[in-house]
């Protein structure tokens, strides 16, 4: 479906990202703004699980390592 383009310590980030941005979602009730950490938190926890980024590919862009022939 997708080609893998995230890999490694990027999709570690994009993981981890993602999560504090969510956990600042519903730590932060009071921001007008914290809609925006769902937004990026969703994103970026997505890109992560799917181990696929749109830009990347967009660009031609992958962080996998090359493969071994």
Known sequence: ????????I???LRIAVGVA????YFLMPGM?????FIVLGVIALGTGLMKTCP?????????????KR
């Open 55 to 67: 830009l990347y590919s967009i660009f031609g862009i992958s962080s996998c390592p090359l493969s």
């Open 1 to 8: 479906m997708f080609k893998t383009n995230v890999g490694g």
């Open 32 to 36: 007008g703004y914290r809609w925006v």
């Open 10 to 12: 990027d999709r570690i």
């Open 21 to 24: 941005l969510l956990a600042a």
